[in-house]
């Protein structure tokens, strides 16, 4: 059975978009943030293992709310084999963590246009 | 195998109107029995997998009586998907059960995170937590959980690897995010503690804004990082993989079983994940100086850790074992205050009697074998005793660690008087007392005694300093001041268990001796040597208190002949070793400076300032 591809362009994405929520949410001291940051030390952990050789671009990442990047990394490793488990030991908590994340955030802010 | 179930649980987050249930916990029951499916079909079951665990914690969820159904979006999908995956691997060949068994308990941890959140009933609610726990540690079983001391220990570490490297825009991000998440720890901490009174208000207040200061300009140092360029960035992977493990230490959550005291405690002695060394390492010049008073404030905790008090150490078998120890040795000073573990149990500066120095290395020794010895073949030192004990050695040896390093402290305040970035000397001097005191052997023939070795060490501590940074700096002549001309090393190391250099400074208690002198003398006399002892020139004790240089000079003389007297007649009564073997380094720095700085100067102005 072959074994999934790692992919490493996508975790680049998403420790990008990660580490642009907790530059946003830097100045947040509740529970929202604290998950944000969970997720952004699960990502860059991730990010140094398997290292991208292009360069991570997420279009528009300046102009994103934390709300956009967390939404935007959700979609990324939602789209990640889960058979990927074995090697990458904190994706369930990273998904919780964004699923969990993207609800609290939605909740303070009410339902998007 | 797992798409389709990627996709439902996917569905699940994203569907704006998906189907519906009207009882959640029926499904999940449902749910549950697919997941145990799959599970029997990769390999036998045994009691103590943590998916057979979430199955008797669902079980135990679903008979909670008196739980109202839950509506929520429907798990009917998800549970076509998992019965389809447990066919696969009913049928399939070549599979890597290891890697599918990994795979099955994290959808297993998802899922069962995502029905306790929509489970309105708490009862129910810690039925689901508890299985959801079980799948947490068996996912993580290979990494283990670390202790905030662990992972600050690792901190360090990367930031040590990464200086060669620190220009590189992808470090100073990570160096950056990494310490946003520590200082987002210790403010929760400190509000914790100055919720339950644990810290004091206006210490956890000016701890509380300068990490809100230093978060806010770690934002503007991210903010500058232009994201795109990262990948662009060679850099060692080998160090950006130490700089993730450390991040990621310290992003994790934080170990339950450890109290807020202990941890907010590691926090305070890392001077804060290194505050100074970050601000250094990310080029934000806002940083330093917020980061430069966290760093003294958390060096005013170092010089008080009883300002942090425990939240909650009733019964705690810390001090059950101090009680004991209390109980047994009545005519201990130690029993004189309460105590609690890594507090002194005595007032600082504390004289300590030979024997009760000889019982604290006594009970240092035995916590440090204790915390490593093997109960089946113990090691000598502990026959004897009852392997259950050893914890409560290893609680007293600390404790008699912080009780030898206590009853030395105020020769920290001596040594570091009047000396710039004296803050920073002292937060040094402290971690090399601790070391004296874990080093020292009271039992060694002819050593020294511990109050004499604390001294010799200190001694050493401050001639080789610290830069601003906590960091030794190389010895120097251009910026070390004079070194004391009373030890003669002969070559010897400071911190040497030889007893010669130190039997000249050893009956002294020194600071404390001259303390009392100088308050017996006249403040005529006493407010010159005062200025003296901090290194001022005649001309200017002559300015500040109002007389000439020569006067300056004369009193400054009388003063310390005073002193020298009252410091001669102390050890004539017994209570130290005459005078002329016994010196300060306090007045003999005095002395020396008066004589290189006052004898040029008497000649140009004698006629300065009112002669009285």
Same mark, same amino acid.
């Given at each position: 059975m072959n074994r999934a591809l790692m992919p490493t362009e996508s975790i680049g994405k998403v420790d990008l978009l990660l580490g642009h929520a907790t530059m946003l949410t830097g100045d947040r001291w509740d529970d929202v943030a604290s998950m944000i940051h969970e997720a952004m030390g699960i990502t860059l952990l991730m990010a140094t293992t398997h290292p991208s050789n292009r360069p991570a671009d997420v279009p528009g990442v300046a102009r994103l709310d934390a709300q956009g990047c967390v939404e935007q990394a959700l979609r990324e490793v939602q789209s990640w084999d889960l058979a990927l488990a074995a090697d990458l030991p904190d994706l369930a908590r990273l998904r919780v963590l964004l699923a969990d994340v993207r609800t609290a955030l939605d909740a303070a802010d009410g339902p998007r246009g | 195998m797992w798409d389709t179930v990627r996709r439902e649980l996917a569905r699940l987050q994203w569907d704006a109107a998906p189907p519906l249930t009207l009882d959640l916990m029926s499904d999940w029951t449902r749910t549950v029995q697919c997941l145990m499916a799959i599970r029997r079909a990769l390999a036998p079951v045994p009691a103590h997998d943590p998916v057979a665990l979430l199955a008797t914690a669902t079980t135990g969820a679903a008979r909670t009586p008196g739980v109202t159904p839950t509506m929520s979006p429907t798990l009917h999908g998800v549970d076509a998907a998992l019965a389809g995956v447990a066919r696969g691997f009913e049928v399939g060949s070549g599979i890597d059960r290891r890697r599918e068994v990994a795979t099955l308990n994290q959808v297993a941890y998802e899922l069962a995170h995502w029905v306790r959140v929509r489970t309105p009933d708490d009862r129910a609610k810690a039925w689901l937590l508890a299985g959801e726990t079980a799948l947490d540690s068996a996912v993580h079983a290979t990494r283990g959980r670390s202790a905030v001391g662990? /992972? &600050?220990?690792?901190?360090?570490?990367?930031l040590a690897a990464v200086q060669p490297v620190q220009d590189a825009a992808i470090v100073r991000r990570s160096v950056a995010l990494g310490h946003l998440a520590i200082l987002r720890n210790t403010h929760d901490l400190v509000g914790e503690a100055r919720e339950t009174e644990a810290l004091h208000q206006p210490y956890a207040d000016a701890l509380l804004g300068n990490i809100r200061d230093l978060a806010g300009a770690h934002q503007t140092a991210l903010s500058r990082i232009d994201g795109r360029q990262l990948g662009s960035s060679r850099v060692d992977q080998a160090v950006m993989l130490r700089l993730g493990v450390a991040v990621r230490h310290v992003t994790?959550?934080?170990?339950?079983?450890?109290? =807020?005291?202990?941890?907010?405690?590691? =926090? =305070?002695r890392s001077s804060i994940g290194e505050a100074v060394l970050v601000a250094n390492l990310i080029q934000e010049p806002s940083a330093k100086p917020v980061a430069d008073a966290l760093s003294r404030l958390a060096l005013e905790y170092l010089a008080n850790p009883r300002m942090l008090r425990p939240a909650d150490p009733v019964g705690s078998p810390h001090l059950d074992a101090l009680g004991d120890r209390r109980s047994a040795s009545v005519t201990d000073p130690r029993t004189e205050a309460p105590a609690s573990p890594e507090e002194p149990s005595i007032r600082l500066g504390t004289v300590l009697a030979g024997d009760t120095v000889l019982a604290l290395c006594r009970a240092r020794d035995l916590g440090v074998v204790a915390a490593s010895g093997d109960a089946a073949n113990p090691p000598g030192i502990l026959r004897g005793i009852d392997p259950s004990r050893w914890p409560q050695l290893v *609680?007293? /040896?600390?404790?008699? !660690? +912080?009780? &030898? !390093?206590?009853?030395?402290? @105020? #020769?920290?305040?001596?040594? +570091?008087?009047?000396? @710039?970035?004296a803050a920073d000397l002292r937060g040094q001097m402290f971690v090399e007392l601790m070391g004296a005191a874990y080093r020292f052997d009271a039992q060694r023939p002819g050593s020294a005694r511990w109050s004499t070795y604390a001294w010799t060490t200190l001694e050493h501590s401050r001639w080789r300093g610290v830069d601003d940074a906590g960091v030794v700096r190389t010895r120097s002549h251009h910026h070390s001041r004079p070194r004391p001309t009373n030890v003669n090393l002969e070559g010897r190391e400071p911190v040497s268990r030889e007893s010669d250099p130190v039997d000249i400074i050893e009956e002294r208690q020194a600071v404390e001796a001259i303390t009392q002198a100088l308050g017996r003398l006249p403040a005529s006399l006493r407010d010159p040597l005062l200025e003296a002892m901090q290194g001022h020139p005649a001309r200017v004790i002559a300015e500040d208190l109002g007389f000439s240089a020569s006067t300056a000079l004369r009193r400054v003389h009388e003063a310390r002949d005073h002193v020298r007297g009252e410091l001669a007649a102390r050890a004539d009564d017994g209570a130290g070793v005459p005078y002329?073997? !016994?010196?300060?380094? !306090? &007045?003999?720095?005095?002395?020396? #400076?008066?004589?290189?700085?006052?004898?040029?100067? &008497?000649?140009?102005?004698? *006629?300065?300032?009112?002669?009285?």
């Open positions: - | 662990v /992972g &600050l220990a690792a901190w360090q570490d990367a994790d959550r934080p170990d339950a079983a450890e109290p =807020l005291h202990v941890r907010l405690d590691a =926090l =305070l *609680g007293e /040896g600390r404790q008699a !660690v +912080t009780d &030898l !390093v206590a009853s030395v402290i @105020p #020769m920290v305040y001596a040594q +570091t008087r009047g000396i @710039p970035n002329e073997t !016994v010196t300060d380094p !306090v &007045l003999e720095r005095s002395q020396r #400076m008066s004589e290189q700085t006052f004898a040029p100067s &008497l000649g140009t102005e004698p *006629g300065r300032g009112p002669d009285r």
